[in-house]
């Protein structure tokens, strides 16, 4: 009963060591596309590059439009800033402590000479 040079068992054991063939195959497909190194990478990285670029620039003359729109705002808000700057440094400035003025002497008020 130890035929081992055909019959199903003979079959079996090449069919198993077939599949553990394409098991391995399989495995090492796997960890190559896994690690980015598999047959598309060269053309997921092009295609990745090419999608940047066309989603980078407008495309349309809607789009278009909405960018100089926003590029116009982005300028009037930049120099409403510079504007409101301007004006709280001048409010800070108009706020800074004064030096006391001299009292006025009765008799100088009496006199005229220096007027309140």
Request: charged share 35%.
């Amino acid at each position: 009963m130890s035929d081992t040079g055909t019959g199903p068992e003979a079959e079996r054991i090449t069919t198993i060591e077939n599949l553990s063939d394409k098991v391995d195959r399989l495995a090492t497909a796997v960890s190559q596309v896994l690690a980015g190194k598999g047959p598309a990478a060269a053309a997921h990285e092009k295609a990745e590059d090419a999608t940047e670029d066309r989603l980078g620039r407008p495309s349309t003359v809607e789009e278009q439009v909405a960018a100089a729109l926003e590029a116009r705002d982005r300028e009037a808000r930049q120099a409403q800033l510079h504007e409101d700057v301007a004006s709280a440094k001048a409010d800070l400035a108009a706020l800074k402590e004064k030096p006391p003025e001299t009292p006025i002497r009765k008799i100088e008020r009496w006199m005229g000479w220096r007027e309140a």
